[in-house]
């Protein structure tokens, strides 16, 4: 019986692709397995089977108490190669979109990247992805053996959980020292955000004329509860966001309940990371902006007209 590997160096990543594994492996005949790997991994083994993983490889091997990517390929590798695994998902994260192209070359299998839909279809997962910057979609399957392929966070939802219990395999690696060591941590100065978890999320475009403005934003941002984040300009060019808080196709893929754009035209470079918003609004001077074809609730106009006017009725209820 073939086999569905998942791993992840974000946990909350990997269950989703166990809960979405699960049902791959029903239409597929296989089961879903994980690699824990790492300092604390056995920990987690209640977790990873109480959403559907039916074996669990774990590792705590010295080498790979930091994340070196040539190390976590390896282990991968063996583990692939021990048993029956036929697909190998991992977290599109910055680590995993390293990891999964390493571990292919490893394998001698071909490889999909940054998958944001996937599906069963004559007995393989076929993968969507963006293409052409973002202006195509293209369906893709792997025809090696071995399969690996790399999923965005967010594309699954968490599946229901219940405890039980399945196999736990303690792999005996044989892991080389990683050539890089950590002589220091340090916290990154500055903005510390998670924008994929935000449940109401605001974003500022281009169509923002001047910083001063931000104000206005920020107060909207407070009343609702909501989290900042950007397009390309305001972040890359005008830096007055952190790469950190830009959505889309090169930044964050976000799903919040209530998102609201402030002067953001709706090229799909930007909307691809927003388009799973329960509730899209959108504020822009211009009718025909494209991203009003994506909007629950638009407002045409100027947004330094239109936020104080929400803000001041946020106020008043
Ligand atoms: C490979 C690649 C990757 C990219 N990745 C990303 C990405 O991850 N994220 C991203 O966002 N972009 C990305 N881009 C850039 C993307 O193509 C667009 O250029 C960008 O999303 C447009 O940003 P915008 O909507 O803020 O600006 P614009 O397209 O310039 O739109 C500004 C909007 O503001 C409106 N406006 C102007 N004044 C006002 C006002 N006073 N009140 C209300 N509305 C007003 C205008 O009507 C207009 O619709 C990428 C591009 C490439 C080529």
Request: charged share 25%; glycine share 10%; with cysteine.
């Amino acid at each position: 019986m073939s086999e569905i590997l998942i791993y992840s160096d974000n946990d909350g990543t990997a269950l989703e692709l166990v809960s979405a594994g699960k049902e791959f492996a029903e239409e597929l005949g296989a089961t879903v397995s994980a690699a824990l790997l790492g300092d604390g991994a056995a920990g987690k083994a209640d977790d990873y089977f109480s959403y559907g993983a039916d074996k669990l490889y774990v590792s705590e091997h010295p080498a790979l108490g930091d994340f070196y990517v040539g190390t976590f390929a390896a282990a991968l590798q063996q583990i692939v190669e021990s048993g029956d695994v036929e697909f190998l998902l991992i977290g599109s994260t910055k680590r995993g979109k390293e990891l999964a192209g390493r571990v292919a070359q490893k394998l001698n299998a071909g490889a999909i990247t940054d998958a944001n839909a996937m599906r069963v279809r004559d007995g393989n997962l076929e993968a969507d992805r963006y293409s052409y910057g973002g202006n195509t979609m293209a369906s893709q399957v792997v025809t090696t053996p071995k399969k690996v392929i790399s999923v965005m966070p967010k594309t699954f939802e968490l599946g229901p959980s219940e405890a039980k219990q399945g196999e736990v395999v303690n792999v005996d690696l044989d892991l080389e020292d990683p050539p890089v060591k950590v002589v220091e941590r340090r916290d990154k100065a500055g903005d510390e955000v998670n924008l994929e978890e935000a449940e109401v999320l605001i974003c500022v475009g281009r169509g923002v004329q001047s910083q001063e403005d931000l104000a206005m934003i920020e107060e909207l941002a407070g009343l609702l509860g909501a989290e900042i984040g950007c397009t390309k300009t305001p972040a890359s060019d005008w830096e007055w966001f952190s790469e950190e808080r830009m959505v889309g196709l090169s930044g964050k893929k976000c799903k919040p309940s209530l998102y609201i754009s402030v002067g953001i035209s709706g090229q799909i470079q930007h909307t691809v990371g927003i388009v799973d918003s329960k509730i899209i609004v959108t504020i822009n001077k211009d009718e025909n902006a494209p991203m009003f074809n994506f909007t629950d609730y638009g407002i045409v106009g100027d947004y330094a007209d239109v936020v104080p006017e929400l803000n001041q009725k946020l106020k008043s209820l």
